[in-house]
C-alpha cells in the first residue's frame, strides 16, 4: 500500500527539504513511545555523491545493469545511478518522495509499495536498498514471500545490495529503553530489532510500518529456501551493507 | 500536581543535558499532533547569563528583593539572581529539573505545582517567569485565581515579570497548521494561543498541560479584576517580557 498524502509526512518532510526549508527535522516514533529526531536524516537524503557515507560509495561499485532503487526518498540513489549511465527505476510508497524524486530528475521515478512489484517493471540486475532499507521487506514473513517473487523479477547474475544493522551491537545499544524494546519484541516473537515505527512531521502522523533491522546472521535466516545468499558484506561502524546474490537452482 | 517520576519527561532531558550528552533535544508534542524538536532549548535551559537572549539580560533589572522563580527549570535564573545576592526560591513541578537546579548550587528549590504555593513560601517582591513561563499560570481561569492568591504572598510594591508571545503575529504564524490549531482553539472556547503541550523524551511521555500565549492586550483581559496590571513590556522578536505591577487598592 502507497502512503496517503494527508499522512505523507516523510514525502513533506523531503519537500520541505527540496525547498531549503531550514532546519528541518526527521522525526520518527517508535511504537514504545520512544521518539528521536534528526537534522542529519533530511540532508543525507538529498546529498550528492561525494558526500555520502564511505560505505555507501564502496556499495555503489557493485551496482550493475538495470536497477531498481527501493526507498528511493530524495532519490540521491537513482540520480547517481543515472549519472553513471545505468537504467533506474526509482521505488517509493511515498508520494512527496516521488514528487521530490521527478523534480530533481529521475527519469522512471514509481509511487509503488515493494510489495506490490511485478513483471510491468521489466527485469533488473541490481537491486538497491541503502540507508537501513533492507526493513523495507517488512517482516520475516513478508520478506521471504518478496524475495522469492524478486527471484522472477531478476537477471540469472542479479544482486541484491541491501543496508541493515545489527541493534544488539550497535552504539547506544545498552540503553535501558533499547534493551526493554528488544526484549519486548522477542516476547511477541518478533525479532529484537523488528522496529515497529512512524515518521512525523508538523501535523503529519505517518502510517506505522515495521521495519525490520537485523544482524547479518538473521539475516542469512531469512534468506534461506528463497534462492538468495549473503555472498558478502560491506561494514561500517553502526551499519553494513549486505551483498546479496542469487543461489544457483539445484 | 507535580509530575510523576516516570513521565517526567522534561526532567530527564535537562538532566541528559546536564550530564553533556550530545544533541539533546527538547521534542514537544501538541494535541493536534503537531510537533517540532529544538536543539536550543536545553542549551537555553543551562546558558550563563552572559549567552542569554538580550532581553532576557534587560528583564534581570527589573527584579528587586526576595524572588520566586517559577519554571525554574535547569535553574539559570536562580542561580543569576542567587549571585547577584536575592534570596530566591526556585520552583518547578519536574523532579528532574529541582534535581538540576540543586546540583547546579540553586540554595532552595521546590517541587511544587505554581498552583499550590502558599504563604509557607514567605512573602516574594519579585515573581519570574521567562521563557514563556507566562503559560505556567495555565488557563484565564487558574491564571485569575493564581494572581489572586500572589496578591497575598507579596509586598506592596511587587512584581511580575513574564514572558509570553503574540502567537497571531510571530514568525511562522501564517502557517496553515498553526491557523487551523488557533481556529480550532477559538472553536473550543479557549484563546487562539492556549497551547495543550507534552514534552517526549526518549520512551517518556510527559503528561499534557495548557501552556497559553497571549499577547498583550489577552493579557489584559487575564489581569483585569486580579489587583494586577500590566505597567509595561519589553520586546524582542519573538516575544515579550510582560512587567505586571499591582494595582493599589482602592
Redesign the interface.
Known amino acids: 500500500m502507497t502512503v496517503p498524502p494527508e499522512k505523507d509526512a516523510y514525502g513533506q518532510m523531503m519537500l520541505a527539504t527540496l525547498h531549503g526549508e531550514d532546519n528541518v ?1 526527521e ?1 520518527v516514533e ?1 511504537d ?6 534528526s ?1 542529519m536524516g533530511p540532508k543525507l537524503y538529498l546529498a550528492p555523491f561525494r558526500r555520502w557515507p564511505a560505505h555507501h560509495r564502496r556499495a555503489m561499485r557493485l551496482v550493475r545493469g538495470r536497477v531498481l532503487d527501493v526507498g528511493a526518498g530524495g532519490g540521491r540513489v537513482s540520480l547517481h545511478l543515472q549519472e553513471r549511465g545505468h537504467d533506474v527505476v526509482a521505488l517509493d510508497n511515498s508520494p512527496g518522495a516521488i514528487d521530490v524524486c521527478r523534480r530533481r530528475g529521475a527519469r522512471d521515478a514509481r509511487l509503488l509499495d515493494f510489495a506490490d512489484i511485478d513483471e510491468s517493471l521489466g527485469t533488473f540486475d541490481t537491486i538497491v536498498l541503502l540507508g537501513n532499507n533492507f526493513g523495507v521487506f517488512g517482516s520475516p514473513t513478508r520478506a521471504k514471500r518478496l524475495l522469492r517473487k524478486l527471484r522472477r523479477l531478476t537477471s540469472d547474475d542479479a544482486r541484491i545490495v541491501a543496508e541493515s544493522r545489527d541493534v544488539s551491537s550497535r552504539g547506544g545499544a545498552d ?1 535501558p ?1 533499547h534493551v ?2 528488544r526484549e519486548r519484541n522477542v516476547e511477541r516473537g518478533r525479532l529484537p530489532g523488528q522496529l515497529r515505527i512512524r515518521i ?6 505517518g502510517p506505522w510500518f515495521d521495519y525490520p533491522m537485523v544482524s547479518p546472521g538473521q539475516m542469512r535466516e531469512i534468506l534461506d529456501g528463497t534462492g538468495w545468499h549473503l555472498e558478502r558484506t560491506i561494514d561500517s561502524d553502526d551499519t553494513y551493507v549486505a551483498v546479496i546474490e542469487k543461489t544457483s537452482a539445484t
Open positions: 527535522l522525526i517508535r514504545d513511545g520512544f521518539i528521536n529526531a537534522v540503553a529503553w526493554a524494546y512525523r512531521f508538523r501535523n503529519i502522523i
